[in-house]
């Protein structure tokens, strides 16, 4: 292995950690919510979409859907915006669709915390987010094949390229599987229907590795009277 391969290990791998543990966390918190709070009926107050327009060259606009709502607990009133287990903020279409299962006036179960009982959602469903970050993290681990499997098939060396290509294919495809099918069957489709569209691309990108990797076959085993 050459020693840019070590150095992308000493950037990736660190970094890696850090998104997972992030992800992890986020999940866990996400999960304890939705496992410890309390219910109760809640009167739905107002219902909009919440936007944020970032600044730069590269910027675009961050939609929430915001929807206020009242309950009581021991005669005491408490007034709650909280919508999902954690602040989350997405497309327009994916935040119009949760905010459009509410109406102004009518009655939907929140939870609540028991220890802070002004703390409260309505949506008991995990961020996809916490799931695309651990995606995320599990291509950062495999940067430095992907890196190396590329200078290997420059320098014609085809054998050392196949096996680079095997593991990243060996490593990605079951945990992106397991991570977004754990998704859709905790969650369903209807939580969020970017899970498809991460399928597509988790699915895509083994494609075009195996396509990779044929072609390092090929070059390794040519074909007589064939020029790689």
């Not at 390229?161 to 369903?188: C, D, E, K, Q, Y």
Request: glycine fraction near 6%.
């Amino acid at each position: 292995m050459r020693w840019q391969f070590w150095a992308w290990i000493l950037v990736a791998w660190p970094l890696s950690g850090g998104i997972a543990y992030l992800s992890v966390t986020t999940y866990r918190e996400e999960r304890t919510a939705i496992d410890t709070y309390h219910p109760v009926q809640a009167r739905i107050l107002q219902v909009e979409l919440g936007e944020r327009r970032e600044t730069g060259r590269n910027a675009r606009t961050q939609y929430w859907p915001f929807v206020s709502y009242v309950y009581h607990l021991d005669d005491k009133q408490y007034i709650c915006n909280g919508v999902l287990p954690s602040e989350t903020k997405g497309t327009s279409w994916w935040a119009r669709g949760i905010a459009d299962r509410f109406r102004i006036g009518e009655t939907h179960t929140a939870y609540y915390d028991p220890v802070d009982p002004s703390r409260a959602f309505l949506v008991r469903e995990i961020d996809l987010d916490a799931y695309a970050m651990f995606l995320a993290a599990t291509f950062l681990f495999l940067a430095p094949f992907l890196e190396e499997s590329g200078a290997a098939a420059k320098r014609a060396d085809w054998l050392q390229a196949r096996i680079l290509n095997l593991i990243v294919v060996g490593v990605w495809l079951p945990v992106s599987v397991v991570v977004l099918g754990h998704f859709l069957v905790t969650m369903g489709a209807k939580a969020n229907p970017n899970v498809f569209l991460y399928l597509v691309l988790a699915v895509g990108f083994c494609l075009f590795r195996l396509r990779a990797h044929f072609r390092v076959r090929r070059n390794l085993h040519p074909i007589e009277g064939v020029t790689p």
